[in-house]
């Protein structure tokens, strides 16, 4: 099977191409569709046998849950035991968006989407495009994003056909997506809301409507919390490592490190903001900008197209800087210490 790539308007998609999308859905097909975060691979989130095939096409370990994508904020009631007025308000404020809500799953969600978990992950895209999709199949879409397990996540339609395309029945192409990283994974199920994943949706806008949000990041101690923060989860071909701190001795540590690692033969690629190109322009590394290190919004959407071109440059190692915890910075930093499997020097 070779999945046909269809160009979509991301703003008013085709209503025929969407019922199209959405009959194949029904039939218990595979859909890669754009969302405003990444693009995802959907199916019938209701029917087990098609949630089975987005198991196998990506690879992904049944321990690992999805999020079922909705269409009307209401439809949330149908999925989750019990909504606390606080999911209701956040439902409110933030959706369509990048925020993906943890809750008590009712029986009725097929114990494949959540991995057997008694919780279920949901959430409203921003996309025109999913949100015509999700609405045409009339059923809660499963999705996860649309690459192969262990692989960055795609942010154009060629990204999914690289890593998919043999594998799915129809790509809907409506051009990069917006924000580029995923949803952020928000778990009302504990006593203190907690973010599992920091994505899309920065920190401080959750805390704006709930104050004090715990952030249970894969570097912290005790039990995965959420099989997606295995460490090792968005990583290059070639290894990677993360230098945090003050961007003047960010910039004097990747120049020590393109030295040592260039000595002992290593081809380097250097992933780095608008203002170290001044300080790195001489040394002897593939460099890649991802963008002005005050701009997070422009350094989150080029981030795993960023990853994905170094990838394709034949390197042996690849030097990245980190943005911060601010805002977008915190999901940036979370994905590049993914990405770095733990290689991470505080400068
Ligand atoms: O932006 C996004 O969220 C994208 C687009 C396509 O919507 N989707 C996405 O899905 O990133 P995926 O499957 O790649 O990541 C889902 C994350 C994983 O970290 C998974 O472990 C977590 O959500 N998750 C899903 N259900 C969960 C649950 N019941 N409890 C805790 N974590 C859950
Ligand atoms: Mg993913």
């Given at each position: 099977m070779r999945a046909s790539i269809r160009p979509v308007d991301p703003q008013n998609p085709d209503p025929h191409l969407i019922a199209h999308a959405a009959a194949i859905i029904r039939a218990g097909g595979l859909v890669a569709f754009p969302t405003e975060t990444v693009y995802g691979l959907g199916a019938d989130g209701l029917n087990p046998a098609a949630v089975a095939r987005?198991?196998?096409?990506?690879?992904?370990?049944?321990?690992?849950?999805?999020?079922?994508?909705?269409?009307?904020?209401?439809?949330?009631l149908q999925l989750v035991?019990?909504?606390?007025?606080?999911?209701?308000?956040?439902?409110?404020?933030?959706?369509?968006?990048?925020?993906?809500?943890?809750?008590?799953?009712?029986?009725?969600v097929p114990d494949i989407v959540t991995a057997g978990l008694a919780t279920v992950a949901?959430?409203?895209?921003?996309?025109?495009?999913?949100?015509?999709?999700?609405?045409?199949?009339?059923?809660?879409?499963?999705?996860?994003?649309?690459?192969r397990f262990g692989r960055t996540s795609p942010t154009t339609a060629r990204h999914v056909q690289d890593d998919l395309g043999d594998r799915i029945d129809l790509i809907l192409d409506a051009g990069p997506t917006p924000i580029g990283v995923e949803s952020t994974v928000?778990?009302?199920?504990?006593?203190?809301?907690?973010?599992?994943?920091?994505?899309?949706?920065?920190?401080?806008?959750?805390?704006?409507?709930?104050?004090?949000?715990?952030?249970?990041t894969h570097l912290a101690e005790g039990p995965m919390p959420s099989p997606g923060l295995l460490p090792k989860h968005?990583?290059?071909?070639?290894?990677?490592?993360?230098?945090?701190?003050?961007?003047?001795?960010m910039r004097a540590t990747l120049r020590e490190l393109v030295a040592r690692y260039t000595a002992q033969g290593h081809r380097i690629g250097l992933l780095i903001a608008e203002e170290d190109r001044a300080e790195t322009a001489?040394?002897?590394?593939?460099?890649?900008?991802?963008?002005p290190e005050g701009d997070l919004e422009t350094v989150a959407r080029r981030l795993y197209e960023g990853l994905r071109e170094l990838d394709g440059r034949d390197l042996s190692l690849i030097i990245a800087?980190?943005?911060?915890?601010?805002?977008?910075?915190?999901?940036?930093?979370?994905?590049?210490?993914?990405?770095?499997?733990?290689?991470?020097?505080?400068?």
């Open positions: 987005i198991f196998e096409a990506k690879e992904r370990p049944p321990t690992d849950p999805l999020i079922l994508h909705i269409a009307e904020p209401e439809t949330l035991r019990e909504a606390p007025p606080v999911a209701l308000e956040l439902a409110h404020r933030f959706w369509p968006g990048p925020l993906t809500l943890v809750l008590p799953k009712q029986p009725g949901v959430r409203m895209p921003a996309h025109p495009v999913a949100l015509a999709l999700i609405r045409a199949a009339r059923t809660p879409i499963a999705a996860p994003s649309a690459n928000l778990d009302l199920t504990r006593p203190v809301p907690t973010i599992l994943r920091p994505g899309g949706l920065p920190r401080e806008a959750l805390e704006g409507l709930l104050g004090p949000v715990a952030v249970q968005y990583a290059p071909r070639a290894p990677m490592i993360l230098v945090i701190g003050p961007p003047p001795r001489d040394l002897p590394a593939e460099t890649l900008v991802l963008g800087r980190d943005f911060g915890d601010q805002g977008l910075g915190l999901a940036v930093r979370d994905r590049l210490t993914r990405a770095a499997g733990g290689s991470i020097i505080q400068v």
